[in-house]
């Protein structure tokens, strides 16, 4: 794995040359096979896809089906229509949002979701309950080892429900939620479950048909591809009874004075000209991903993860949130010291030419039950190595002293 940092420009620039770059959770670095998908896209192919009839454009139009068709088998996808391109996991999940839960959440009715959702998992569906009166119902996790217990999910789903949405992996935990058990159970009740697969798919084999997911919303960025391109898978069935959520050029079937009928999938939910270079260069990510396979890209994750986290558990003052099997984090260690802000603890490993994420981490929900309002986090990835985390180790023990505590 140690090889794989020469196919990332990034690290080899000037600015760069000697970086630990931690910040993994939030965006991933683009291998040079993405940069050049994407050149030869603009340099080669590049016109309006599926409009023109001219080659250029029938080029431009098989190169983004082709990337659907790509990420429809990445994810086990049963039709390449039930993947939805977008410009990232948030606009799909407002899609979900917007389109299926405004037609089928009534007063009275319950969505479900966890305290560690992303906002982007949680304020879509504030807004729908705001909306229609309905009830916005919380699965609380063990405020130690992050797991949310059978027992939670039996107590909160029930007949009221309409909606569970759920990552499959916490961005500041690192947990992996029971995907297909809660989707079981709310199929029982007759209520669809939405995930959020951003922190997930960049790490470990998903199978939308094996989960039995709805709808899973994921980003390009977050797996090696371009920034601007996301993906929202839905089941076929759910799609072509939604309304669109955007409207447009290209989403249509036909348009009159007073009224417009509505495309079949998936154009019916991509209004305008579509981001065809990022469909390729997402497609390019994927190729790359699995050539270098999941299964190492987890044993790696883990490797990492285990490593650091035995590391910073001999410096004193440092503590890590969440599970201590470090299988359970999926490459992310959250973290604390104690009397220094973690935006402290951020700036003064910049310094040393470390880049780790301070903050909230966009769960602040999540913060304020733990009790921590901020926190610091390493996310690693697999162009990381061993040999930087003993460098982020090394230099993580000074921060305390540097910060004028004196040990």
């Known amino acids: 794995m140690n090889n794989l940092c020469k196919d990332f420009p990034i690290f080899s620039s000037e600015e760069n040359k000697g970086i630990v770059y931690f910040d993994n959770a939030a965006t991933t670095q683009r291998p040079v096979q993405v940069l050049d998908a994407i050149r030869t896209f603009y340099e080669r192919d590049n016109a309006n896809p599926l409009r023109g009839l ?22 086990n996808a049963k039709e390449d229509c039930e993947i939805i391109f977008t410009r990232n996991a948030s606009e799909s999940l407002n899609l979900a949002g917007y389109t299926y839960a405004m037609a089928n959440v009534q007063a009275g009715d319950e969505i479900v979701v966890s305290i560690m959702e992303h906002h982007s998992n949680i304020l879509p569906w504030q807004m729908v309950c705001k909306a229609k009166g309905a009830e916005l119902v919380y699965l609380e996790c063990d405020k130690e080892t992050g797991v949310i217990a059978p ?32 989707a079981a159970l709310a199929h029982r009740f007759g209520a669809v479950i ?47 009874a939604m309304p669109p959520f955007l409207r447009g050029g290209e989403m249509i079937e036909y348009v009159t004075r007073q009224d417009a009928t509505w495309a079949e999938l998936p154009a019916k939910f991509e209004a305008g000209t579509v981001n065809a270079a990022g469909a390729v260069g997402l497609e ?38 969440g599970n201590a099997d470090s299988s359970r984090h999926c490459g992310i260690v959250t973290f604390t010291i104690d009397d220094v802000h973690p935006h402290d603890i951020a700036t003064v490993l910049d310094t040393e030419h470390i880049a780790i994420r301070a903050g909230h981490h966009c769960a602040q929900p999540l913060g304020a039950y733990l009790g921590l309002p901020a926190t610091a986090r390493a996310s690693v990835y ?22 004028g505590y004196g040990d």
Do not use: C
């Not at 039996?154 to 909606?163: E, H, L, R, W, Y």
């Open 151 to 182: 027992e939670e999910f039996a107590a909160k789903i029930g007949p009221k429900t309409k909606i569970v949405a759920l990552t499959q992996v916490s961005n500041v935990l690192g947990i992996t939620n029971p995907i297909r058990d809660v």
């Open 382 to 403: 697999l162009y990381n190595t061993e040999e930087q985390a003993a460098f982020f180790v090394d230099k993580l023990k000074n921060v305390r002293k540097w910060m």
């Open 54 to 75: 001219y080659d250029l454009s029938v080029r431009a139009t098989e190169a983004y089906e082709g990337a659907r068709h790509t990420v429809a088998q990445f994810i």
């Open 284 to 321: 390019a990510a994927i190729r790359y991903l699995q050539g270098v396979g999941l299964d190492t890209v987890q044993e790696h994750d883990n490797a990492l993860t285990a490593f650091l986290m035995e590391e910073m558990k001999k410096i004193p003052h440092v503590h890590v949130v």
């Open 194 to 240: 939405v995930v959020d697969g951003a922190q997930a798919v960049p790490h470990m084999k998903v199978d939308v048909q094996a989960l039995d997911a709805d709808f899973y919303a994921f980003s390009g960025h977050k797996l090696m591809g371009p920034t601007g391109i996301g993906v929202l898978y839905g089941k076929k069935k759910l799609l072509e």
